[in-house]
């Protein structure tokens, strides 16, 4: 699973310029997309759910993981691979009692003390940001930087993969701070051609 999680596509359905996301993912998983995760906050719980079972088969048929956003009850309920705890969601703890070991469980921190809180509770995967300036991550406050995420990949024994603002140019650099992989919204769903783009991060992440 840590390999996978080397690429992770988040997504959000207001960055496709207009393009049906679940189109957009699926060119994305064909071009080698190793893992997706689902965030459609404003989406009912029904709707999370119709969406995720749909990327299933795609995911699964490429050997990417499939990732639920907040909800464990989603994703136990359409057989993801994972959930993504955030500040709003259940504890890792009561997460871990609710899907004992069926689903993985990553945690989303904007601080060393919350990765380190998060690791030690059990996250499987840590995603650390914003790390540079980007318009989806505005509201978490200032983009964290390079050396914010040195501290976190330090602090802990799990995987750390870096988000906000993330682009191909800048994969070397947030791996020499420590970053495992990296987790991308725009610079993918808002791309000329997503699978384009998602090759373009592979090729990054492979040199």
């Not at 299933?56 to 989603?74: M, S």
């Not at 995603?127 to 990949?153: C, H, I, M, N, W």
């Not at 051609?193 to 998602?198: F, G, I, L, N, V």
């Amino acid at each position: 699973m840590v390999d996978e999680l080397r690429l992770c596509l988040v997504t959000d359905r207001s960055q496709t310029r207009d393009r049906d996301l679940f189109a957009v993912v699926t060119q994305c998983l064909a071009a080698g997309l190793p893992a997706v995760q689902v965030r459609e906050k404003d989406l009912p719980a029904p709707e999370v759910a119709h969406l995720c079972r749909a990327l299933r088969p795609p995911a699964a048929a490429h050997g990417a993981l499939l990732i639920v956003n907040d909800r464990v009850d989603i994703a136990l309920a359409v057989g993801a691979d994972g959930v993504q705890r955030t500040s709003t969601s259940l504890s890792v703890e009561d997460m871990r009692r609710a899907a004992d070991k069926r689903v993985r469980i990553g945690a989303s921190v904007h601080s060393v003390a919350e990765a380190v809180s998060a690791a030690t509770a059990g996250a499987e995967w840590i995603f650390f940001g914003p790390v540079y300036d980007t318009p989806s991550k505005r509201r978490y406050g200032a983009p964290q930087g390079l050396s914010a995420l040195e501290r976190v990949a330090a602090a802990v024994a799990v995987p750390v993969i870096a988000i906000g603002g993330i682009t191909p140019e800048r994969v070397a650099e947030v791996r020499a701070a420590g970053a495992h992989g990296v987790a991308v919204i725009s610079a993918i769903l808002s791309a000329d051609s997503p699978a384009a783009a998602t090759q373009r991060f592979l090729d990054a992440l492979n040199r």
